[in-house]
């Protein structure tokens, strides 16, 4: 018989320290099925996502990968622990393990993966096999976007296959805000896959049952060239998509009107937010509130409803910043906020600086998870940050509120996809009141 591989995507935690749980993964990622699509098959690979699937603990596994952000490592720490006792041997890699202190994860697993694991893996499973598996790999050498395989969706989970498909056109970030553990990992890299590879992988997707693409792209606008090529190869594809974008892209009318025409449907903004001391602090300084309003408004005219991701706690922020930002999501009409408390997330420039400022008093990983505060902010003291957090949260997320915020969905958007942002507030609104913080999971 083969050897069983078990890889797992754990949950992140609730307050309580529970595994969060649900009906399905509304957009699900991609990490499970790009290391599928490198296990060598030589051993027998089953694929669980902690979210909506029980985690098989008592099955005879040989080797178990664990993986997660935030609150999700730290639950791969505690499934790590519970397979070893059982006699199974562990890996855990992903950003969080990676950008973390090694030691801290060590303890928990025979193996530690640290940076993109598709040269790694199929290496690591051989040593494995071999019985010579070292106790760290680090990423010797970055995979070639242009050689990565076509993900296998047909191991996707029932509960995976919902409206949504992954799939990948860029890797990395550019820009240098430091906050951010995307920018840290992928050290202001952006690599950009071949045009008619990022298509075969569309053409999969949609083969699988659905023609609704979710780019998983840290910011797929960011080479305006690549960008236009890649809109005019989707528009004979006839799909829909939604993705993550800086706003730069409302500077360019021509650029929202071809990927509109490509399908566009949804693109999220990082805009952080409203007050423009914070957007300085954290070096995100191509951002200009002033603008906000004029440029979300160009991408609603062009068809592509805005989905904003906006952060409180930092540096410019006071409790007035939290009816500031209600009122702005309100009048803009934003169909799909999401707010984070300011996290500093081990590896990043701003934990580094918290750090050496004696301001973060948390350290227990269960709470990095956007919605407790872990250090301590200058405008407010933490408990006002994490209250008023919650706070302008029920508000936004009233049922008055979710009706207003709709009409911000342009005019031209398909039922299936307004059908989609209403139900996503629905599910946004059952996190808000559980204190879950809405799209960790």
């Known amino acids: 018989m083969k050897p069983r591989v078990l890889l797992v995507a754990p949950s992140a935690l609730d307050y309580e320290g529970r595994p969060i749980r649900k009906d399905k993964l ?63 041997k562990v890996v855990i890699g992903g950003i969080a393990a990676s950008l973390a202190p090694a030691e801290w994860t060590l303890p928990h ?58 799939v990948q056109a860029t890797r990395g970030c550019p820009f240098p805000c430091d906050f951010c553990s995307i920018q840290a990992y992928f050290q202001r890299s952006y690599r950009k896959r071949p045009i008619e590879h990022i298509v075969r992988d569309v053409r999969a997707a949609k083969a699988s049952g659905s023609r609704y693409i979710s780019f998983i792209d840290d910011n797929i606008g960011v080479d305006w060239k690549f960008f236009a090529a890649l ?5 004979p594809e006839n799909i829909f998509w939604a993705s993550q974008c800086s706003l730069h892209i409302a500077d360019k009318p021509d650029m929202l009107a071809l990927a509109f025409r490509s399908g566009c449907r949804v693109l999220s903004f990082g805009i952080e937010s409203v007050n423009p001391q914070s957007v300085q602090s954290v070096g995100k300084t191509f951002n200009h509130p002033s603008r906000y309003a004029g440029l979300l408004r160009c991408v609603r005219e062009h ?46 420039g701003m934990y580094r600086k918290f750090a050496s400022e004696n301001r973060i008093f948390n350290h227990d990983l269960a709470d990095y998870n ?12 933490a408990r006002t940050l994490q209250h008023q957090y919650w706070k302008l949260y029920d508000m936004l997320y009233s049922r008055a509120a979710i009706a207003r915020r709709m009409w911000g969905v342009p005019r031209q958007t398909e039922l299936p996809m307004r059908t989609f942002i209403l139900g996503t507030n629905l599910h946004y609104r059952r996190h808000v009141h559980a204190r879950i913080t809405p799209g960790i999971v």
């Open 231 to 235: 809109m005019e190869a989707l528009i």
């Open 370 to 381: 956007g919605g407790k505060a872990v250090y301590h902010p200058v405008g407010m003291d």
């Open 303 to 348: 068809g592509i409803a805005v989905s904003s991701e906006m952060i409180v706690g930092m540096e410019g922020d006071t409790e007035a910043t939290f009816e500031l930002t209600y009122r702005f999501l309100m009048d803009n009409r934003i169909p799909l906020p999401r707010i984070y408390i300011l996290t500093p997330v081990p590896g990043t």
């Open 109 to 166: 697993t025979d193996a530690l993966v640290t940076g993109e694991a598709e040269l790694t893996w199929p290496r690591l499973i051989d040593d494995f096999l071999a019985g010579r598996m070292q106790q760290v790999y680090p990423m010797t050498e970055r995979p070639d976007v242009a050689q990565l395989r076509v993900p296998p969706y047909h191991l996707m989970s029932p509960g995976e296959r919902g409206l949504w498909r992954p």
């Open 26 to 88: 509304y957009l699900p990622g991609l990490t499970m099925l790009s290391l599928a699509a490198v296990t060598p098959d030589s051993v027998d690979l089953t694929i669980v996502q902690e979210p909506i699937e029980d985690v098989p603990l008592d099955g005879q596994w040989d080797l178990v990968g664990l993986t997660g952000m935030g609150s999700g490592l730290k639950r791969a720490w505690q499934l790590g622990d519970q397979f070893r006792a059982r006699g199974s």
